[in-house]
């Protein structure tokens, strides 16, 4: 994840300060444990002022509005009952190239700030720290204590202190060519570490950006470079100094403090270029990421604020995806390992009820053959009643043969409660067994993120685990989407609409409210799969190739989408039923067709849909 460094920041702010200061606070919000949303309201609107100390991704961007769920965070109350109605009248940096903000809020604008909201986005010492007036801290999202830390403590009720500065030399205008290549080239080695090196302010991201922007390799040496690649690089050095260090990218009452533009700072001996003029950030995409200095840009961005948010937020959405796809596989898997071991058992003990009736029938030859029995028989042989094949019949030597047929007929009536009691509890397991294979063929179809349903579909696959008690509710807040989630829509060869179901949710949705009189339900025969609903107008008939784009896309969304043909059965939705206490997404069917989907064939139907919509 590409991280907020002090370009991305300045531009931020940038763009903060000229749209949303002053703004008054209406609303304090935490989304988790890492993530505030400050709801600002200014004379040209209303907006979600998102600041997050997250260690891979702190940073400060315009973003979304909450979800419409409690918050139970005690550090944003705290900030609600100190800043609701103040007004942030300034966001000030606290020192040169350090990515230390000063949010300032007072009554009104135009007055001293009353509170003053310290956003370090420093890597994973990033914090979140409201003081007064006197810079007395009052809250903090996180506090460090002397055992943690013996360098700087963060603890309410103590004076705000500035994190430790950085070592190293700060980029200057004013720097002369010459010197500034000296100081790169001093000891060899590659050309974006030793700018690094060299200099603060930069990050790894900014650095190899710009040497490619430069024309050169990141890694190559700086022994190889030659004068015109130095010139190319200082050019793009200075275009960067240009613009991070144009005052209007800063606070007319604070200004950086920082080196001057000078009038001509390049020397004399480098060759003019037709660079874009270097006064504004130009936010866009690249193919690592992103960039606010147009370079390597491949699709530009709004503006900073929607450039920060749209990647952060799905940055944290595919982490979030992984996270919980990994977590639901583990679970599946674990529980069903125990549900078959258990289906096992139970059969096992079926197996050994099915010689009920030879105990009984072994009972019933001793009692008519009472005469043939002697004292201290350990077996005897008596001819079968209907085959008059012999049958050979262990024995108790210490009992006699009606004490031993006794035996038996108490063994009859065991194996045979045994079996009354096994089969219903196999049962049982076993369509528990069928539910968890549905929904683990729903998580082995979303298997990768792509989309904000992807995530969402994968949460209501949790909720609904949780809800039928194979996962405990987090006590931890989740980010919480509001939406729900959406089918898989697709278009067969005549037209029709194509559904299909990507979680049990959407299943019963699909199955038991979507559907209607003239449309056609389809689902893999006795294989756990998604649930296919044809949508057909009244007096529309569909062809076979409808059909069979049915039955291919429903094969490849179930657990047979290996095999090289599966059964799928369609049928009337009024003939689609799902039984009492039936557990989500479980349906029975009859008056059913049977076709065979081929897998590959819908696999390559999915691709060649995706392939369209991105055209």
């Not at 989309?451 to 996962?471: M, N, P, V």
């Not at 559904?499 to 959407?506: A, F, H």
């Amino acid at each position: 994840m590409q991280p907020v460094d002090y370009t991305t920041l300045t531009a931020a702010c940038s763009e903060l300060r000229a749209t949303w200061v002053p703004g008054r606070t209406e609303q304090v919000y935490q989304r988790d444990r890492y993530t505030i949303a400050i709801a600002l309201r200014t004379l040209n609107g209303r907006g979600w002022l998102t600041i997050c100390w997250h260690p891979q991704a702190a940073r400060i961007c315009i973003g979304d509005p909450p979800p419409r769920v409690p918050d139970t965070f005690t550090f944003s109350d705290q900030l609600r009952h100190q800043l609701g109605g103040f007004a942030l009248i300034a966001i000030e940096t606290i020192a040169p190239w350090e990515r230390v903000l000063d949010l300032q809020f007072a009554k009104r604008p135009g007055e001293p700030p009353t509170w003053h909201l310290y956003v370090e986005i420093i890597g994973k010492y990033s914090n979140l720290i409201l003081t007064d007036a006197d810079n007395l801290i009052v809250t903090t999202a996180h506090q460090v204590s002397n055992q943690q830390s013996s360098v700087r403590t963060i603890q309410t009720g103590q004076p705000y202190e500035l994190p430790p500065a950085l070592t190293g030399t700060s980029p200057s205008l004013t720097e002369p060519y010459q010197s500034w290549q000296e100081r790169v080239s001093l000891i060899p080695g590659a050309v974006a570490n030793q700018l690094l090196k060299s200099y603060r302010g930069l990050s790894p991201t900014l650095a190899r950006s710009m040497v490619q922007a430069a024309g050169l390799d990141p890694k190559q040496s700086t022994q190889n470079l030659e004068e015109s690649d130095w010139q190319n690089l200082f050019q793009r050095w200075q275009q960067w100094l240009q613009t991070l260090l144009n005052p209007s990218n800063f606070s007319t009452d604070n200004p950086q403090p920082t080196n001057p533009q000078p009038t001509n700072p390049q020397p004399t001996n480098l060759k003019p270029t037709n660079l874009k003029p270097a006064n504004l950030f130009q936010p866009g995409w690249t193919n690592q990421g992103y960039t606010v200095m147009d370079w390597g840009i491949v699709k530009p961005a709004k503006n900073i604020q929607t450039l920060l948010n749209s990647y952060y937020t799905n940055q944290f959405n595919q982490h979030e995806f992984a996270r919980l796809h990994n977590q639901l596989t583990q679970k599946l898997n674990n529980n069903l390992r125990k549900l078959r071991q258990k289906a096992s058992s139970f059969k096992e003990r079926l197996q050994q009820s099915d010689q009920a009736d030879q105990s009984r029938e072994k009972a019933d030859l001793l009692m008519a053959y009472l005469q043939d029995w002697q004292p201290g028989m350990k077996s005897i042989t008596l001819p079968d009643f209907e085959t008059n094949q012999p049958v050979k019949i262990p024995l108790n030597p210490e009992k006699n043969a009606v004490q031993n047929a006794q035996a038996f007929y108490k063994r009859h009536q065991k194996l045979k409660r045994t079996r009354d009691a096994v089969e219903p509890l196999l049962k049982e397991v076993q369509d528990e067994i069928q539910y968890l294979e549905q929904v683990e063929a729903s998580l082995t179809q979303l298997n990768t993120y792509n989309t904000l349903d992807d995530l969402q579909t994968l949460q209501e696959i949790r909720e609904e685990l949780i809800g039928q008690g194979y996962l405990e509710a987090s006590a931890q807040k989740s980010r919480n989407l509001s939406d729900v989630s959406q089918p898989y829509r697709y278009q067969t060869p005549s037209g029709f609409e194509l559904l299909i179901g990507r979680n049990n949710r959407q299943n019963d949705q699909l199955t038991f409210r979507t559907a209607g009189d003239y449309d056609l339900w389809f689902h893999t025969q006795e294989i756990a799969g998604s649930h296919v609903l044809l949508r057909l107008e009244p007096g529309t008939v569909a062809d076979p190739a409808d059909l069979q784009f049915a039955a291919d896309l429903a094969a490849y969304n179930s657990r047979g989408c290996q095999s090289e043909q599966v059964p799928v059965v369609y049928t009337k939705p009024k003939y689609v039923y799902k039984p009492k206490g039936a557990k989500p997404g479980m349906a029975i069917y009859k008056h059913e067709q049977i076709l065979w989907g081929r897998p590959d064939q819908g696999r390559d139907y999915v691709i060649a849909s995706a392939s369209t919509k991105k055209m």
